[in-house]
């Protein structure tokens, strides 16, 4: 079983509807990352979160650390938010503060 | 513009020959990471280096290698023994700190990736 499991894997919306992509994880952790990933490859970090909830523009993140959980919220879709969003986290015990990384949600977000 | 730089984006690489991926950042950081991503996978780190003249291995370092020779650069060689080459490679940075708080103030930047295919 992997220790960070996004759903769903593959999402298809139309523009203007919101989104949610969700992330579980099994392990005790000091942070969670969102991160997008352009259709080119390149990967940029959307959000850092440990605790609560945190907003920029049409994208909201929040975390439940008791439900080992958190989820990624878009407001307003459009086409460009067409991406792929991966969860990470860190491993409250690893020494090296090193990533767990989910596999990846693909949104497509259709005009 | 501060970034990471990867170069090439695409190479093409015949079985049995090594290959040296780019990796140039102007950031100032002091740790850097290569991670390897397959369809369908999270990110694996392969090796990474906290400082200069220093780097540890991650979980897939089987077949690949390494340097630190100065701080903006950090290049990959992936071996003639690494067994599954073809992949996606992604170089990363970030400022590495003491204890939790590090990451409460300092992201993972990424480059663009190499596409890396060996036929």
């Known amino acids: 079983k992997n220790e960070v499991e996004q759903s769903p894997q593959n999402l298809t919306a139309q523009e203007g509807e919101f989104i949610t992509i969700n992330c579980s994880y099994s392990v005790g952790i000091s942070a969670l990352h969102w991160l997008q990933q352009h259709p080119g490859g390149g990967i940029v970090s959307l959000f850092m979160?440990?605790?609560?909830?945190k907003k920029h523009g049409r994208l909201i993140a929040t975390i439940n650390i008791q439900e080992k959980h958190s989820s990624l919220h878009i407001t307003a879709s459009h086409p460009r938010d067409s991406a792929v969003y991966i969860c990470?986290?860190?491993?409250?015990?690893?020494?090296?503060?090193?990533?767990?990384w989910g596999a990846g949600t693909k949104l497509i977000i259709k005009p | 513009d501060g970034g990471i730089t990867q170069s090439p984006k695409y190479l093409f690489r015949k079985e049995g020959q090594n290959v040296t991926l780019s990796c140039e950042q102007n950031?100032?950081?002091?740790?850097m990471y290569w991670y390897r991503q397959d369809p369908g996978q999270g990110l694996r780190l392969i090796y990474y280096s906290q400082i200069v003249n220093d780097f540890q291995k991650g979980d897939i370092a089987e077949g690949y290698s390494v340097s630190r020779e100065k701080k903006e650069s950090f290049p990959l060689t992936v071996t003639s023994a690494q067994k599954n080459p073809t992949a996606f490679y992604l170089c990363?940075?970030?400022?590495?700190?003491?204890?939790?708080?590090?990451?409460?103030?300092?992201?993972?930047?990424f480059g663009n990736g190499t596409r890396l295919t060996v036929t």
């Open positions: 979160l440990s605790s609560g909830k």
């Open positions: 990470a986290v860190i491993p409250y015990m690893d020494s090296n503060y090193q990533l767990i």
């Open positions: 950031l100032n950081h002091d740790a």
């Open positions: 990363a940075s970030s400022i590495p700190g003491q204890g939790i708080r590090r990451m409460n103030n300092s992201p993972l930047h």
